[in-house]
């Protein structure tokens, strides 16, 4: 790499930290628990609108891994998320009635909040419908994880975004609150992902899995990105570039081994196609808040006409971590 | 007698005191070296919880960077402490704070009193280390290392080129013959003060203090030259990783220490609770007399490193991406790749899923949809059939159906109609097993109830892109298996290679084939190949057919099974 295009990608780097800095003024903190972070703390950062019926599950879900805070930027929530949120004694709130899409899928409110109080801190960025899945996560709290990412000198971690989905239309069966939400949607794919590198900012780009098979099958470089890095020990220096697909600066994109070997990864659990999904769907369409023309969703209502059924007779049951370890979606490496 | 313990501490002090309290409560005198880094606040707290106990003493404070002389000097004070201050002690067992003893402390110290005159301490020449890292073995002895290999790097990484560029040596001290091994040890009084109290102590210690990582060798050379009978092993169960530090013990893996019967474990993570509690507050009885047997935590750890750098062949993952040619096999398993076949025989797919007893594919390149066995929409690991999710990546694709279908030998059919860009990555690939009938495409064009016009420019596209892929199979990269026949030779005799292609798939089938595949019904096929010629186009590639060739004359046995006797 030219010392021209690293100049480049720093001054991009850069660029959206100011960016960053800018949006500040469109978060209206609306309960501040920020003083309680210690300086070892883990921390969530997210962006949700409307999920107040996922919420109790998230929370609960992460606090058992060991999370010690949540940073959570509101999006003009009306079903009361907001105050089921300002309720919780270790979540810091921030409102904003701005464009979800104008701060750039909320990475503006998000590298603001993070430059701001997640210094030199493990950081997850995760939405409330993902659910992070790393190696022995069902022995080991996420605090072992961090602690031998540090003594690796490992500064990022990748986890693979994994769609899960239910068998037959998605309206069967009904979520309830503080439901584990894999009680419904129990199925993935294992093994239909397009990996291609991308050189610019050294990641990977990985597609595939239901979505692509069901709504993109005639249109595969449209189909969702499905690599994420959510879990990085955060400097003020970094910046997202594009939700959490890639980081600034570029070496901690490099989660993965070229040499053959495997690094360790997890994956982020997605549990999109809840009975919530055609409301959601459909009131995204009419805020057109989403990414590229919101071309995702626009598919999603299409086929949401016909009920699709994402579940085909090769679709594999979640059982747990290390099943997807064997099918080669996530890897130990050297962690044992 | 008893065992003295020295506990090297710079973290997690908590832990190092419950450990401290379990050894001393069991009439082993304890000395904590505690790196002088740690904070005032800590040391008084580590000092506070443990100074009801007689037999615990605090040595002399030393910074114990990784890599320096710090460490050595700190265990050597504190091993001059333990001596002077309990004379009862005959062994000495350095441990660092996140040791965990895993035995009984009596049954360590029953089986030292078994061995009153053995030194525990791993002590191999520098010729026989297999596990450096920086490739910095011997020159640890004979360069200079004035910088931080941690915080420095640069200047370490320059220092050592620019001394091995003018051919810099140090001496290393007349009667020493560098050893090196696991910084954890356990040695006898007698052997202890030997080191501690010799007269070329300060010369020694001066020639140590420049060397990189002492701690590895300081004691593990001088042991050499005083002990009268070193046995070569650590007491301690610690293994390390590929970058040279140590694995990590968590509550899982307290079944697998239960069994190892090893004395002291290193390291823990400090937030194992369960660990510690199992060892320490709930300390039951093992096997008496057992020796230490690490090897089914050596077997985790080293397959766990192979993990990280050889990876699993074949496949491409989120965290495995590896570059060209580092794949250490592109793709899993060995698959064969069928071009020609199913254009002269009419049942080819379903005799070759019989024959080789697995599901054969159809044309899985095809440019309208991919033909998985069965004309399946989805096929193992819910891979789709749709063409232009298999064209975005047709790499991904192959490797993924051979990852997915682990177990199965896969065949499919290929062929000049189909996407050709994979080609290059087959011929690369040792997996790969390719048969190609040259010229076999011109079967069903002529066959083919399209305009001779049509059909002439067809013939030629074909033939063009099959000559490219004979090209790339012929070339001297290509690593996969091809056998090429032109059509002409092959239905000349096509049991003789169906039997070879069918042994490479199953080869301890052993049996010969009975039956053959129906070959299509190729009269006037010959006459067909001369047309094309007279309107101008040269086909090349199916071989000598003469214009004669499946005239109706000729011996009609055509479009009958062959058998075989």
């Known amino acids: 790499m030219s010392l021209i295009s690293r100049y480049k990608l720093r001054l991009a780097r850069k660029r959206w930290l100011i960016r960053a800095f800018r949006k500040r003024h469109e978060l209206r903190p609306v309960v501040l628990r920020t003083g309680q972070i210690a300086p070892s703390d883990m921390l969530i950062f997210t962006t949700m609108r409307n999920e107040r019926v996922r919420l109790p599950f998230f929370l609960k879900y992460y606090r058992d891994l060991g999370v010690n805070h949540f940073l959570i930027v509101d999006n003009d929530s009306d079903d009361g ?63 072992a994880l961090t602690d031998w990412l540090d003594a690796s000198s490992i500064k990022s971690f990748s986890a693979m975004l994994l769609d899960m989905y239910p068998k037959g239309p998605f309206d069967v069966m009904p979520y309830h609150e503080g439901q584990n939400p894999f009680e419904i949607v129990q199925y993935f794919d294992s093994g239909n992902y397009s990996f291609i590198r991308n050189s610019k900012f050294g990641n990977l780009w990985i597609q595939g899995g239901p979505r692509a098979r069901m709504f993109f099958a005639n249109n595969p470089e449209r189909a969702p990105a499905l690599n994420k890095i959510p879990l990085v020990k955060w400097s003020r220096k970094y910046a997202y570039v594009s939700s959490t697909h890639m980081l600034l600066p570029r070496g901690l994109n490099q989660v993965f081994d070229v040499w053959g070997g495997e690094k360790a990864s997890g994956c982020l659990l997605h549990a999109k196609f809840l009975d919530t999904f055609a409301a959601k769907a459909e009131e995204e369409m009419r805020r057109h808040q989403h990414y590229a023309n919101s071309h995702e969703y626009r598919a999603y209502r299409e086929a949401l006409a016909v009920e699709p059924d994402l579940w085909c007779k090769f679709s594999e049951k979640y059982i747990n971590w290390r099943q997807l370890e064997i099918l080669g979606l996530m890897s130990k490496g050297n962690w044992a | 007698m008893s065992v003295g313990i020295v506990l090297l501490c710079h973290t997690a002090l908590d832990r190092a005191a419950q450990v401290a309290r379990h050894w001393a409560e069991r009439n082993c005198p304890v000395v904590i070296h505690v790196d002088i880094r740690v904070t005032k606040p800590a040391y008084q707290r580590l000092f506070d919880a443990l100074s009801d106990l ?433 059509l002409a030779d092959f239905v000349e005799n096509p049991m003789a290679p169906l039997q070879s292609v069918i042994d490479e798939i199953s080869p301890r089938a052993m049996h010969r084939l009975t039956e053959a595949p129906r070959l299509t019904d190729l009269t006037g096929f010959g006459q067909f190949l001369q047309n094309l010629r007279n309107q101008g186009m040269q086909p090349v590639l199916m071989g000598d057919f003469p214009a004669d060739f499946g005239a109706p004359t000729s011996t009609g046995r055509r479009g009958r099974p062959y058998l075989v006797k």
């Open chain 1, 81 to 143: 998320s907001r105050e089921y949120l300002a309720e919780q004694d270790d979540v810091s709130l921030w409102t904003t009635k701005h464009s979800y899409k104008r701060s750039r899928f909320g990475v503006d409110w998000l590298n603001w909040l993070q430059r701001k109080y997640a210094d030199g801190h493990w950081t997850l960025v995760v939405d409330p419908d993902e659910f992070f899945v790393y190696p022995f996560c069902d022995t080991r709290p996420l605090r």
């Open chain 2, 54 to 486: 007689g037999n615990v003493q605090f040595s002399a404070r030393h910074a114990c960077e990784w890599g320096t002389w710090g460490i050595v000097a700190a265990t050597q004070d504190a091993c001059a402490l333990m001596l002077s201050t309990f004379r009862e002690v005959r062994h000495v067992f350095l441990a660092s704070g996140s040791c965990l003893p895993l035995r009984p402390v009596e049954e360590m110290v029953a089986y030292l009193d078994q061995r009153p005159r053995t030194d525990f301490i791993e002590s191999v020449t520098t010729e026989d280390v297999g596990w450096t890292i920086g490739g910095l073995d011997f020159e640890r002895f004979t360069l200079r290392f004035p910088f931080s290999w941690r915080k420095q790097r640069w200047f370490f990484d320059r220092y050592v080129k620019l001394q091995r560029r003018v051919g810099f040596r140090r001496k290393i001290p007349t009667g020493t013959v560098p050893h090196m091994g696991s910084q954890w040890w356990c040695l006898t009084r007698q052997t202890l003060s030997a080191i501690l109290e010799s007269p070329d102590r300060p010369e020694i210690d001066r020639y140590f203090r420049k060397v990189w990582i002492p701690d590895e060798s300081y004691f593990q050379t001088l042991v050499r030259q005083v002990s009268t009978n070193v046995e070569s092993r650590s007491l301690t169960l610690s293994k390390f990783d590929f970058q040279g530090k140590p694995h990590i013990f968590y509550d899982d893996h307290l079944q697998l220490l239960r069994r190892s019967d090893c004395f002291v474990a290193r390291k823990i993570w400090p937030h194992a609770d369960l660990l510690y509690d199992a060892f320490l507050t709930r300390a039951g009885q093992g096997q008496a007399a057992a020796e230490p047997n690490p090897g089914k935590i050596n077997r985790l750890f080293t397959k766990a490193v192979e993990r990280r750098t050889k990876g699993r062949a074949g496949l491409i993952m989120q965290s495995r991406y590896p570059n060209e040619n580092w794949e250490n096999g592109r793709t899993l398993a060995p698959y064969s790749v069928f071009q020609g076949f199913s254009d002269i025989f009419e049942n080819f797919e379903p005799w070759l899923g019989k024959v080789a007893g697995t599901r054969a594919h159809g044309h899985l390149f095809a440019p309208d949809k991919v033909h998985f066995a069965g004309e399946e929409d989805e096929y193992n690991g819910a891979l789709p059939n749709s063409s232009a999710l298999r064209n975005y990546n047709p790499r991904s694709f192959l490797t993924n159906l051979i990852w997915n279908t682990r177990g199965e030998r896969q065949c499919f059919q290929f062929g000049p109609g189909d996407d050709q860009t994979i080609c290059w990555f087959m011929a690369c690939d040792p997996n790969a097993q390719i048969s190609v009938i040259t010229g076999a495409w011109a079967v069903p064009l002529f066959k083919s109830n399209a305009n001779f016009g049509d059909i002439r420019r067809q013939a030629a596209l074909l033939q063009k892109i099959e000559l490219e892929h004979l090209s790339i199979l012929r070339s001297p990269y290509a690593k996969a298996r091809v056998q090429i026949w032109p």
